[in-house]
């Protein structure tokens, strides 16, 4: 009986314990009320002190930090906003701040937005405003002001959530980065290109918008110039990557002619005054600067797809070449060009173009994709705005290394 008195006491001790957790609820329920009717008013006043007050009480709650970053930014004209964040910095930093505790709880850089049911045309108005900000800065030749704006904007909507909300204006923005960058290094400024695209590496890397363009990881070795090629664009330069009938060097010279008839300028830029000054026998002035002015006077034209007739042709050729010891157009046995195409079965070889090379010192494509673009008919051809195909051969000899390129205006 004694032991039945005292379970009914300690039952009795349990039951105000159990009724104080609705307390809490209550409270929390009043002050998020009180939000809502703000929010839904549109009284920006009234739902930062509403939010405010119940950050105070719950302060990691990231529906009350949303309404307190909703509320800034909507009502930003207010005086009560001007006076606290009389800095357009400032504002956005508050912004930013509240917004920090809104992240769930896999530390993805983005609201938790399905669970707190929010306005998606708030984070839409965000970051249209961020956009034109940034936008301008740069446009202002401002990069270091704008950085603060980058930073903050990607520190929060970084998409590595793969929300829907995120990220509207990420393409548009990393272009006006690229161009900033890639115009100052154009234009001999490498101290302002530079800073702009370690911003852009280090701010992307590891998400879905990085910037990765096969140009670097091909050629691994080169130094801060080729990071100028890092548009998304120039991935569709490689075309031969997984095609079978090539080598890698051969896929590379493919890679290599389409970047120079993609973006002529940027190729002469790059590859040719650093690359070539420093490993091919292009000492002559005379021929870099006659490269120089035909890569500058080029225009911007569609990538090759490789075609394997093409390169049959081309093997004839090149291995022909690499046995006699002889650079031409006609065979050791007299055949043309159209002789070969002829025999490998490409009957339309009067569409097609040849460019050859031999280079004494290296059989890398880049060498002798610049020995071959040494002549300007040949440099010519390899622009021509009509190539659509091409086949490549390759072939590497002690002392000597040639090159056979064989272009066809057909698909």
Known sequence: MKSLLLGLGMLL???????????????YDKAKLKVDEAMSAGEYDKLWKAANSA?????????????????????????????????QNLFWK????????????????KPDIDALNVDETFYNAMQDELFEITDSLMNLDSFSDAKVYYRQWFGYFDNKGGDKYNNIHAEKVQDNLFKYANDN????????????????????????????????????DEDWNYKSFRHPKYTQANTAKDVPFLSEEEKKMVFLMNLARMN?????????????????????????????????????????????L????????????????????????????????????????????????????SAKAIDLLLSA??????????????????????????????????FSYLD
């Open 373 to 406: 673009l040494a002549s300007t008919p040949q440099t010519d051809m390899t622009l021509h705005k009509e190539n659509k195909t091409c086949g490549v051969s390759i072939v590497e000899k002690e002392g000597a290394n040639y090159v056979t390129i064989v």
């Open 55 to 87: 950050i105070e009480e719950y302060r990691k709650d990231p529906y009350f930090n949303y309404a307190a970053a909703y509320a800034l930014f909507h009502g930003r004209d207010m005086k009560v906003f001007q006076e606290k964040y009389s800095k």
């Open 13 to 27: 001790l349990l039951v105000p314990s159990i009724q104080g957790t609705t307390g809490p609820d209550k409270k």
């Open 94 to 109: 508050g912004i930013f701040r509240y917004l920090a505790k809104t992240k769930n709880k896999t530390r993805v850089a």
């Open 310 to 361: 093409l390169t049959q042709a081309a093997d004839v050729h090149c291995e022909d070449m690499a046995k006699n010891d002889f650079v031409g157009h006609d065979g050791s046995n007299e055949k043309t060009m159209y002789d070969r195409l002829d025999d490998v079965g490409y009957t339309d070889n009067n569409t097609c173009a040849e460019v050859i090379a031999m280079n004494a010192k």
């Open 264 to 308: 002529p300028t940027l190729f002469l830029e790059t590859f040719v005054k650093s690359h070539a000054e420093k490993h091919t026998d292009m000492s002559d002035s005379a021929l870099l600067d006659l490269l120089s002015s035909r890569l500058k006077e080029g225009e911007g034209n569609a990538q090759m797809l490789p075609n394997e």
């Open 185 to 220: 290094y154009i234009g001999g400024s490498k101290k302002r290109a530079f800073p702009v695209y370690d911003f852009i590496f280090k701010t992307f890397h590891g998400t879905e918008f990085e910037y990765k363009c096969n140009v670097f990881d091909e050629f691994p």
